[in-house]
């Protein structure tokens, strides 16, 4: 049974940091791409980052580059997602995906391309 547990969340200022963890279990985590997601109240789920097994490839939503970084700890089955420079329309439940990918495959930005996912966390930013 695959299970992916999200923890980190809460409320920050604007400006401040936070760091996302998921923890995965029941999958053979070093073979899938990680990705993280998140959805604001009245929106769409919208591609964050995501972090492929195969090279460590990453890919980030535009508006947070430069602010955020995905990471992976293959030994820990455990996926990150720091933030910094945080901002109100950050706000959101953030989650994590994962996805079998093979090596020369591109990565999946949409959320109906990864079968796997958490419950997620909330995010929230206050200016």
């Known amino acids: 049974q695959v299970q992916l547990v999200e923890s980190g969340g809460g409320l920050v200022q604007a400006g401040g940091s936070l760091r996302l963890s998921c923890a995965a279990s029941?999958?053979?985590?070093?073979?899938?791409?990680m990705a993280w997601f998140r959805q604001a109240p009245g929106k769409e789920r919208e591609f964050v980052s995501a972090?492929?097994?195969?090279?460590?490839?990453?890919s980030y939503l535009d508006s947070v580059k430069g602010r955020f970084t995905i990471s992976r700890d293959n030994a820990k089955n455990t996926v990150f997602l720091h933030m910094n420079s945080l901002k109100p329309e950050d706000t959101a439940v953030y989650y994590c995906a994962a996805q079998f990918q093979g090596k020369m495959e591109p990565t999946r930005r949409r959320a109906p391309e990864y079968e796997y996912w958490g419950q997620g966390t909330q995010v929230t930013v206050s200016s």
């Open positions: 972090i492929t097994w195969f090279l460590g490839r990453t």
């Open positions: 029941g999958l053979g985590f070093s073979s899938y791409t």
